[in-house]
């Protein structure tokens, strides 16, 4: 089976090992200082692609508490890239990375895997496995909250669908019951008629760690279910949101310790997790307590970080050609 992902993620490897060369010549600094800026056009308006993103349309919680944890644990696992494995993982792109908000991305370009920005070739070898001709076929990301008339995909199809998008296209590793059954309860539960009023919301300290918590409590109920490899992937998700505040206080480093020290928190529950450690849902509750104080601390220093939209102007502004042509 060819996956053309796989071809792009070959030539993402190319070029970091490019930016890696060209850096030696250049000054320190020259590295996009914000992981995503590798998927985006370098004239991409930071305001608009990196301050902030589309809003969430995502529909009131189910009442039925074991239908909203399947929201919820879709929520996280559609947040997290260790559930594409392979080189979009190690890429650091998630579903998220293209369906922004689960919604789409115009700023996304990936050498390889986009034509025109805002498009991505993912599901040739899903739709096309026959043709297997090489053909590059990149299509507009498409917003999954609709309207449904819009979409492709029939709500019944999204296991199936989603299932070959992880294990085919990304070459990911077969994804644990509950996170597939999760991710298309999420799907399910974008609707156009649940847009907030502001298009778009800010990428805050306090948006990513409220994401970060949210998967965290998605870990809890997992765990209460005994479904260990679901809640190891829900604590990946918030470590990788917090990858997301990490990366923009580069400056901080006082900060900055302080989020690897919570971070190796939660690595040290991943393990709990897998080993069937009885206290982990203790742990984890106090892992959640102590992100308070931490996101208070943050969220007084964000002016000096990349959160500040014109340190990230200035940031981006640095940065090499996204692509040589
Ligand atoms: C590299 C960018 C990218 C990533 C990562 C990605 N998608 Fe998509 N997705 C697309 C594109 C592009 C399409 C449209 C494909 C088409 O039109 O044939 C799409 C289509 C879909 C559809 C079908 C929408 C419809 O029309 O009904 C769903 C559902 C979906 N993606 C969910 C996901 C989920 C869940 C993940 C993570 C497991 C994911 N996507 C990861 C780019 C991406």
Same mark, same amino acid.
């Given at each position: ?38 998927? #985006? ?5 930071? =305001?608009?692609?990196? +301050?902030?993103? $589309? &809003?969430? *349309?995502?529909? /009131?919680?189910? @009442? ?113 019951? #509950? ?5 298309? =309860?999420?799907?399910? +539960?974008?609707? $156009? &008629?649940? *847009?907030?009023? /502001?298009?778009? @919301? ?124």
């Amino acid at each position: 089976m060819r996956s053309h992902w796989r071809r792009g993620a070959a030539l993402a490897a190319a070029l970091g090992a490019a930016l890696a060369v060209g850096g030696l010549a250049l000054a320190a600094g020259a590295e996009p200082p914000l992981r995503a800026m590798r998927w #985006a056009p370098r004239d991409a308006d930071p =305001a608009r692609a990196f +301050a902030t993103q $589309p &809003a969430e *349309c995502l529909k /009131p919680p189910p @009442t039925d508490p074991a239908a909203a944890l399947s929201v919820e644990i879709g929520r996280a696992a559609f947040r997290a890239p260790v559930l594409l494995g392979g080189q979009a993982a190690r890429a650091g792109l998630s579903c998220e990375a293209c369906h922004r908000g689960g919604r789409t991305n115009p700023d996304f370009l990936f050498p390889g895997a986009s034509g025109a920005p805002g498009t991505a070739d993912v599901t040739l070898s899903l739709f096309s496995s026959h043709r297997g001709d090489g053909a590059f076929n990149p299509r507009p990301i498409p917003d999954l909250s609709g309207p449904r008339m819009a979409l492709k995909v029939a709500p019944a199809d999204l296991p199936a669908f989603i299932h070959g998008l992880i294990t085919q296209e990304f070459d990911g590793p077969e994804p644990p019951p #509950a996170v597939l059954a999760g991710l298309a =309860a999420y799907v399910r +539960a974008l609707d $156009p &008629a649940a *847009c907030p009023a /502001p298009g778009r @919301t800010p990428l805050t300290v306090a948006f990513l760690m409220a994401d970060a918590r949210r998967a965290l409590a998605a870990a809890r109920g997992a765990l209460d279910q005994g479904d260990r490899p679901t809640a190891r992937l829900m604590i990946a998700s918030a470590r990788a949101r917090l990858f997301l505040i990490d990366e923009r206080f580069a400056a901080l480093p006082a900060e900055q310790a302080r989020l690897r020290t919570a971070d190796a928190g939660l690595a040290a529950l991943q393990a709990k997790v897998s080993s069937g450690a009885p206290d982990a849902a203790a742990a984890l509750d106090r892992w959640l307590a102590e992100s308070r104080p931490l996101e208070a601390r943050l969220a007084a220093r964000a002016p000096q970080s990349l959160f500040d939209p014109k340190r990230l102007a200035a940031a981006s502004n640095r940065r090499l050609p996204a692509r040589p042509s």
